[in-house]
Structures are given as structure tokens and as C-alpha cells.
């Protein structure tokens, strides 16, 4: 239980009226003006900082001749209360719109994994709920969903985060890793062994991601570092269409998220290879733009990825969300 004393959390005194008049002020560095355009006297908006400045024990404006000019603790804690003021107004936004039903056009894009059960699922229950509400789905590889994002093309992408250095205005929140299989035909020789050894799956041909890729890189270490001849035999491409249509024509084998093959099994498009490949991905997660708010049925889309990766991804999620990556 919290026991902290009020005095020592002035926080929780603060009223939005503050945070306006600091909003205004800021604006117009005049106390009449403001007060006006917040619908108050000069007097009670006065009394309004003169409240907040004994509350922070700090001066957050120089009265000067002129006008007001904001301190540097005032410049940080007008800074602060806009996100505040903003944050307050989108939750108002938002429970409006859910109220009169909500709607608009929601863009996202996901690497392949989470498009065969994830977003499917979350796609069917936002539309059970809000009906009206539009989506675009764009599958992509990482190192494409990224730059979608930072220009506006997409509101939520879910992807596997770049170098760290890359990403600071990124707010990355961790789902699940990945764990990758060798797919084939039914049928396939290699389906039907009870097991199967690096060195045998090298002598076949594979269709495998391009290179440069994740994925890639991690295929080609497996084999070096087993001491095992890479398969000489491949095609690279990242094309599921193509990919399955190989598989199904001849004895090629594809490498895949472990997600995608078993959809693949279920449906009788491929049999799984009985070999542990040791070459887990990464975690993927969703990633959205620090500073651009989500409009509120992109809120919604948001919550309902969350919820349905809940189910899937239980033993799976990172014990903290919403870092920065």
C-alpha cells in the first residue's frame, strides 16, 4: 500500500486547469490574454499558477515587463503537460467514437508468422466489434515495415526490431520469438524418416530467404557451425505463393517460421521434416511511432492484437512492455 505522504506527491493535486493555463501561457507568455482564452478573470488565473508554482516550490515563469517567460523548470513542465492535455483529450476521443460507433481506416503490417493466426484473429474480432472501422494488411519483411511506419504508411506494424541505434523513436513491445522448421511435400521422402541429420537435408534443394536477411544468416551459421556443407542447391525468395508451389512440384525444401508451417501442415500444403533446426529468430513484436498518437479505432486494432497475442504467445511474453528498442 502506498503510504507516501500528500505533500511529498504534488502530483496528484495537479488539475487539468493548470495544465491548460500553462498550455496558454506558453502560448501567449500574457496572463489576460490567456485567462480570457481559458474563460477566466486575470485574477483567478493568477491565483491558478501562483497555486501550481507553491505547489512545484519553483518559479515556472519570470515576470518581465512584457509578459511571462517560462523558467527552464517551466519549459520542462510545460512540455510534460502538453503530453498530459494531449493523452486526456485522445482517451475523450476515443470513448466518444467507441459510443457513436467507431470508424476509420487502420494500417498495419506484419512479417509472415503473425499473419497466419495473430492478425487474422484480431482482424475477425475487430470487425465483430466495430464494423465500420477499415483495415489494411501489408505483409512485409522488417527491414521494410520500419520505414512504412516513419512515413505514415502504416499505423502499427509487427515486426522484429532493427539495431537498437535505429529505432529510438520506436516504442517496441515484445510478443513471441520464432522458432523455424524444413518444410516439404506430402509425401517427401524426408517426411515419411523418423529422422533426419543436418548433413542428409544439405543434399537436397531448399528454397530459402534471400540473402542479407535474418533469417538467412542464421541458416547459413547453422551449418557452419555444425561443420556441415551449406546446401549448394537453393532458390531464394521470401514469396509464400512461390514457396509452397515449389514445395508441392517437386522435393524442395523450405525453411520456415515454425507459425507458418504448422498452418501449412494443418491444411495438407506440407509435411514437416523430423529435425530440430537450431535457429530461433528473435522476438517480434509491436512496434508504433512514439510520437504519433493512435486515432482511436487504430487504439482499438491496437488492444485487440494485444488480447488475441495474449492467448497465443502466453509463456512466451517478455515480463515488460512498451521499452523503447
Not at 50 to 63: D, H, P, T, V
Not at 193 to 215: C, D, I, K, T, Y
Not at 267 to 274: D, E, I, M
Request: one cysteine or more; proline letters at 7%.
Amino acid at each position: 500500500m502506498d503510504t507516501a505522504p500528500q505533500d511529498k506527491m504534488p502530483q496528484r493535486r495537479l488539475r487539468l486547469q493548470q495544465l491548460r493555463l500553462l498550455v496558454s501561457l506558453d502560448e501567449t507568455r500574457n496572463m489576460a490574454r490567456s485567462a480570457e482564452s481559458l474563460g477566466m478573470s486575470q485574477p483567478a488565473a493568477s491565483r491558478v499558477l501562483r497555486e501550481l508554482e507553491e505547489l512545484m516550490g519553483i518559479a515556472l515563469f519570470e515576470r518581465l515587463p512584457r509578459g511571462l517567460q517560462p523558467t527552464w523548470f517551466g519549459d520542462s513542465m510545460i512540455r510534460h503537460a502538453r503530453t498530459a492535455l494531449s493523452a486526456v483529450d485522445h482517451a475523450f476521443t476515443e470513448i466518444a467514437a467507441m459510443k457513436s460507433g467507431l470508424t476509420g481506416v487502420v494500417r498495419i503490417g506484419t512479417i509472415m508468422s503473425p499473419a497466419t493466426a495473430l492478425i487474422p484473429d484480431a482482424v475477425v474480432r475487430v470487425k465483430q466489434r466495430f464494423p465500420q472501422v477499415r483495415m489494411i494488411v501489408r505483409v512485409e519483411s522488417s527491414d521494410t515495415l520500419f520505414p512504412m511506419l516513419r512515413q505514415g504508411e502504416l499505423d502499427i506494424a509487427i515486426a522484429r526490431p532493427l539495431e537498437e541505434d535505429k529505432n529510438q523513436d520506436i516504442e517496441f513491445e515484445p510478443l513471441a520469438g520464432e522458432d523455424v522448421c524444413a518444410m516439404v511435400r506430402v509425401g517427401h521422402p524426408l517426411a515419411r524418416a523418423s529422422e533426419v541429420s543436418l548433413n542428409e537435408l544439405a543434399r537436397w534443394p531448399w528454397v530459402v530467404p534471400e540473402a542479407g536477411s535474418v533469417l538467412r544468416r542464421r541458416f547459413d551459421q547453422l551449418f557452419r557451425v555444425n561443420r556441415v556443407t551449406p546446401p549448394a542447391d537453393f532458390v531464394e525468395t521470401g514469396a509464400q505463393l512461390l514457396i509452397t508451389s515449389l514445395v508441392g512440384r517437386s522435393d524442395t525444401v523450405a525453411l520456415l517460421p515454425r507459425e507458418v508451417t504448422e498452418y501449412y501442415v494443418s491444411h495438407g500444403v506440407g509435411a514437416l521434416v523430423p529435425i530440430t533446426l537450431d535457429c530461433r529468430m528473435d522476438p517480434f513484436g509491436i512496434a508504433t511511432l512514439l510520437e504519433a498518437p493512435l486515432s482511436p479505432a487504430a487504439f482499438a486494432v491496437l488492444e485487440t492484437i494485444r488480447e488475441r497475442a495474449a492467448e497465443l504467445y502466453l509463456d512466451e511474453r517478455e515480463p515488460q512492455t512498451g521499452a523503447r528498442v
